[in-house]
DNA sequence: GATGAATGAGTATTCATTCAT
DNA sequence: AATGAATGAATACTCATTCAT
């Protein structure tokens, strides 16, 4: 059986988003992860805590893909590109934790919002800034307003957590190229050569 | 001073968006309220039944609009615009009533919940139905996918309510009119002439 | 029935006495006064403050008793004499709010000790002055340490909360008649003419 | 480094005289000692033990000094003020044993204070006894009531536990001659010759 | 209509103790 | 001898709801 922290958390996040934060009981989480109390308490300070760990498993992992897109690409169109083909498919990875993250942040006690405040600002800044890039190099509609088109992409993607299913008609992959198509319709210069990422 | 009903409305609204559903309490919503317990629950059943007043007042609203605006309006880009700028519109009119919708649903009992979720899938179908109607008529491209792109559209719009704030750079009407042009752009036939809409 | 309020600290009274603030448990006390959680926790938001409410009740009453005894007399030994029979009656009155008060101070949370602090301080002080009003005056002897001798006489009179019986041999009046003739010839200068107190 | 047995006493005397026998710990206690859970229950088979063990070795040596000091002198007056030299000095010798002793003996477990109360009693049968042969021997008053007077000493040495420090003002050899002192003031016959302990 | 004292089932958390290693 | 992960009974406290007034 896989380690008790592991299974603690997987159990939760399989609670915390049938049920929400407060609708899952602690009792819930550790008979549904084989577990007592203790080996609970034993492993996480507080539900407060565990609710953190489930946050932060995730926006690291969306924040360090972004980075490494943000690094590995030369071109806005590609940059923009990558980021949310990683994006997307981590709403197939990360599905509860995504549902988590964007329900139940309110509950975060303040110590643990900050550390993913932080985060998830450096990841927004990222969009931004290639947004922005897209715009000085002409790759993008000089008219866009960065931060709220750059919203408007975010708001895009993440409502994927309401509706997406595993079992649906299309796979992440294809809904992430649909977004990609959508977004980049949207916000590239209409006169340009067709986008052929020559960096991948 | 205004009916006591709605007085409890208004401060479990405010509270709700605050602290969630389950971190306001009904006694932190009767002294929000100017009222007390029997107050409360001569108004209300429960604070479930609250929880749906405030579901079904937003989405009432916005199905309507969308009704009438479907009805209002002949070409599919047109009626999309209209649908789009009213409900971007309701993001600023019913704030808190949409934190709450989208972040505590949830918690509504199933039987609320049932009332509520065909109203809102009747307003997704008014979507879905007019992009199938621009490819139909050829001014949205043909290879759209018409569920995926109308949760795309939805998202992007839903999201609003994750970041508007009423004393932000852009108003609501500004963000409306960004949203449908990034809107049409994604998914209009480039070769088309240009959207006017006669019919306003 | 008496006031649920009462009711509840007479039952913690009892029930601290006998097994400690830590060994009685709100459960027991809700059963033993007749009444519910609830029925505690709206008449005190913990059972800290209980813990309070028991130590302000008993500290109060006995510093109020030593002002008045010590504006009522004029000589030290007057006062001291009334002081001391007046603090050992308390002994009667409020047996369980003794042993509370001597056992379980440690638990009290920091802003109800300061509270308690400084009414034991003054009533401390009190004696401490009468002393050393005794000493100025000639009526008790000159070699007196007045803190030492301070805090023997209260330590003699305090221990009390610890062997007294209501159903003992001796009554309290009897007792605290023999503490003070045993301090008075500790304390007052052996060639003085008779202690007659002409103020009473 | 010393034995791990008496390393967890002393760092139980500490924690208990801090924090109550409730407010600390076995966690604390080991992790002070430093030491685990299992060496912990290595030598001890409860934490209620451990109550115990520090009850014991406190009372057991008083008591022995008591008796010593009962069978070394001859006259009332002498065995009285050793008695109590001694048992003052223990205020110093087991500060953190002697507050425990006084504060948390109700959390004894039934066997263990059976066998505490035993030399307890003894104790201050000691005392009780050698008040009665000063009566008897014309040394102290013959209105003095053995119970009442035996209890009054006791209080006011016992009460030390409540204020000495040892960075105050008096040494705890001044603090048990001032006792000394008050008590013999107290207790003995006016007309007597002067107390000159010629077995000393 | 309105009050607020009282309820009690339900919650997160603690902690002395055990036991396989 | 010593470890520390795991236990689970017990604890203080919460809060939506009721109901006599």
Redesign the pocket.
């Known amino acids: 059986m896989a380690?008790?922290?592991n299974r603690i958390i997987q159990a939760s996040l399989q609670l915390f988003e049938q049920e929400g934060f407060?609708?899952?009981?602690?009792?819930?989480i550790?008979e549904e992860a084989?577990?007592?109390?203790?080996?609970?308490?034993?492993?996480?300070?507080?539900?407060?805590?565990l609710l953190f760990v489930i946050h932060d498993t995730f926006i690291t992992y969306v924040l360090d893909k972004a980075k490494m897109a943000n690094e590995a690409h030369q071109s806005p169109t590609a940059k923009l590109r990558v980021i949310i083909k990683d994006f997307v498919k981590a709403f197939d990875l990360y599905q509860a934790h995504i549902t988590v993250f964007y329900r139940e942040t309110i509950y975060l006690k303040p110590d643990y919002e900050i550390l993913v405040k932080k985060k998830r600002d450096q990841f927004k800044q990222i969009i931004f800034k290639t947004i922005q890039e897209g715009k000085t190099c002409e790759e993008f509609r000089s008219d866009l307003s960065v931060e709220i088109t750059g919203m408007a992409i975010l708001g895009m993607v993440n409502w994927t957590y309401m509706w997406y299913q595993r079992s649906g008609a299309k796979t992440i992959d294809e809904i992430g190229d649909i977004f990609v198509d959508l977004i980049l319709h949207a916000i590239r210069l209409e006169e340009q050569p067709p986008d052929i990422d020559f960096e991948i």
């Not at 084989?34 to 805590?49: A, I, L, Q, V």
């Open positions: 380690d008790l922290r407060h609708g899952a009981t602690v009792n819930q550790v084989g577990t007592s109390k203790g080996g609970f308490y034993h492993h996480f300070t507080s539900k407060d805590e």
